[in-house]
T-cell receptor, first 116, second 112 residues
Framework: NAGVTQTPKFRILKIGQSMTLQCTQD?????MYWYRQDPGMGLKLIYY???????DKGEVPNGYNVSRSTTEDFPLRLELAAPSQTSVYFC???????????????FGNGTRLTVT | DAKTTQPTSMDCAEGRAANLPCNHS???????VYWYRQIHSQGPQYIIH???NNETNEMASLIITEDRKSSTLILPHATLRDTAVYYC?????????????FGQGTRLTINP
């Protein structure tokens, strides 16, 4: 199994541009998450989803949008990129319908985004 | 969720046991202690979790004090590949979405 796959690995955006960070998982997990990590800091939750069609805000949702049309995919959208969004973005998934109880998070290897 | 306190950095010699402490003095009775690690430039990786009994798996051991106000993650025979940032997280054992809160963790360096 590939686990959690994120694309692209790196991206440079100009201020005001938009882009979508892709995330897909092949573990049939119900729950998916987007975190961002600024240099030298811990991870902060942006959005999460408990299943297809259901999303909710995390700690730092401003400037981002998400959708969950399928179990496998959870894209993160930046509409008007700002320098404050320069960060490393991690997607994660956890839990199936039968094992959601305390299921650990599985993370992708991140997308490194620079906004200039 | 209860707050945790970890040392900013630690060093350990290769082949020795690495003992990473975590203080969680405000932990509640229903909160578990989780450990994740993040090897440079990669996504975090789950290591282990526990409530009050000591736990061991193929990666590490977790020792929780009797009053549950602190814990220690033990890597029994540290290798260079164990160099990483280690996160101690305290939260209830729940079904559904695991919305973990990551602090700054402990940067562990394994020296040859």
């Amino acid at each position: 199994n590939a686990g959690v796959t994120q694309t692209p690995k790196f991206r440079i955006l100009k201020i005001g541009q938009s882009m979508t960070l892709q995330c897909t998982q092949d573990m049939n997990h119900n729950y998916m998450y987007w975190y961002r990590q600024d240099p030298g800091m811990g991870l902060k939750l942006i959005y999460y989803s408990v299943g297809a069609g259901i999303t909710d805000k995390g700690e730092v949702p401003n400037g981002y949008n998400v959708s969950r049309s399928t179990t496998e995919d959870f894209p993160l959208r930046l509409e008007l990129a700002a320098p404050s969004q320069t960060s490393v973005y991690f997607c994660a998934s956890s839990g199936t319908a039968r094992s959601s109880y305390n299921s650990p998070l599985h993370f992708g290897n991140g997308t490194r985004l620079t906004v200039t | 969720d209860a707050k945790t306190t970890q040392p900013t950095s630690m060093d350990c010699a290769e082949g020795r046991a690495a003992n990473l402490p975590c203080n969680h003095s405000t932990i509640s009775g229903n909160e578990y202690v989780y450990w994740y690690r993040q090897i440079h430039s990669q996504g975090p990786q789950y290591i282990i979790h526990g409530l009050k009994n000591n736990e061991t798996n193929e990666m590490a051991s977790l020792i929780i004090t009797e009053d549950r106000k602190s814990s220690t993650l033990i890597l029994p025979h540290a290798t260079l590949r164990d160099t990483a940032v280690y996160y101690c997280i305290v939260r209830p054992l729940i079904q559904g979405a695991q919305k973990l809160v990551f602090g700054q963790g402990t940067r562990l360096t394994i020296n040859p």
